[in-house]
């Protein structure tokens, strides 16, 4: 055993004095670095998966050519160096300096994935709070409305635990908003909802939810029918100048087909004042 910890010491240190190793260390950390710069299309969360992948894949990438480089130029080196010569005059067994050189590659492979393994764990940890800190930053922009009132109308109703489902053509949900004020009404008035769905049609997952947005002060209906996936949220946009001058809307929400359900809860809907996104009301 002593014997195979010389030549793991003696291999270690030889790959230490090679300058590959030193090109290869620095070649994954740039690549690393560079890529918080990739431009990503999507959230705080495809960045930091984006930065993940870029990290996972140099240390596979420069680990594995490490391994191959060093190991490949070793003997040739022992050789022209008469390392290897004095080596095998002394009563060392084959197996012996094959095991001390297999260990010795482990060291200094272990040494450049420690490395590396560290500048992208920083890497990491930076990206998710500066994408933390972006989210924060958009989060306290958006101002947030709460519903003061929900009432359910209809016969077919039901309650399992805090979730009323309601039957479309049979029940419907009324949401009255209260409050709704911005310093800029060119901002777009955003309703956000989160709902349950039970569809006739089971395969498809979606079921169409008729929407109907009330202006109690101008009288003014704006009426939309769109699709809900499940675990999917809602989302469409009103122009803030529909209010006119008014701070309440009512918000009638039912399911469009009899035989689709539609689970809701009392926090299930939500008005933010925010930005531009798919699937307005005009």
């Given at each position: 055993?002593?014997?195979?910890?010389?030549?793991?010491?003696?291999?270690?240190?030889?790959?230490?004095?090679?300058?590959?190793?030193?090109?290869?260390?620095t070649l994954g950390v740039i690549t690393i670095c560079?890529?918080?710069?990739?431009?990503?299309?999507g959230d705080g969360r495809e960045k930091i998966k984006i930065v993940e992948s870029m990290c996972f894949r140099s240390i596979t990438f420069f680990g594995t050519l490490a391994a191959i480089l060093l190991s490949?130029?070793?003997?040739?080196t022992d050789i022209?160096?008469?390392?290897?010569?004095?080596?095998?005059?002394?009563?060392?067994?084959?197996?012996?300096?094959?095991?001390?050189?297999?260990?010795?590659?482990?060291?200094?492979?272990?040494?450049?994935?420690?490395?590396?393994?560290?500048?992208?764990?920083?890497?990491?940890?930076?990206?998710a709070l500066k994408q933390s800190s972006r989210d924060s930053r958009g989060l306290l922009a958006r101002e947030q409305f709460d519903p003061v009132d929900l009432q359910i109308t209809g016969d077919?109703?039901?309650?399992?635990?805090?979730?009323?489902?309601?039957e479309g053509?049979?029940?419907?949900?009324v949401w009255k908003f209260r409050g709704l004020s911005s310093k800029d009404r060119k901002d777009?008035?955003?309703?956000?909802?989160?709902f349950l769905i039970e569809g006739k049609k089971r395969s498809t997952g979606k079921i169409s939810v008729k929407i109907k947005v009330i202006n109690p002060y101008s009288a003014r209906v704006l009426t939309e029918s769109i699709e809900v996936s499940q675990n999917k949220p809602l989302l469409l946009r009103l122009n803030g100048k529909s209010?006119?001058?008014?701070?309440?809307?009512?918000?009638?929400?039912?399911?469009?087909?009899?035989?689709?359900?539609?689970?809701i809860r009392a926090d299930s809907l939500r008005i933010f004042w925010g930005e531009k996104i798919s699937g307005a009301i005009t």
């Open positions: 055993m002593q014997q195979i910890l010389v030549i793991a010491k003696q291999t270690f240190k030889e790959a230490v004095r090679n300058k590959i190793l030193f090109v290869l260390i560079c890529s918080a710069f990739m431009p990503v299309v490949a130029l070793s003997i040739p022209d160096n008469k390392v290897l010569c004095t080596i095998t005059v002394k009563p060392v067994q084959r197996a012996n300096i094959i095991f001390g050189k297999i260990i010795g590659f482990v060291y200094i492979i272990g040494v450049l994935l420690l490395i590396m393994g560290s500048v992208s764990y920083a890497l990491i940890r930076y990206t077919s109703a039901r309650k399992i635990g805090n979730v009323s489902w309601i053509g049979k029940c419907v949900s777009d008035l955003e309703i956000e909802a989160n209010l006119d001058g008014s701070e309440e809307l009512t918000l009638v929400i039912s399911p469009e087909n009899s035989g689709d359900f539609l689970g």
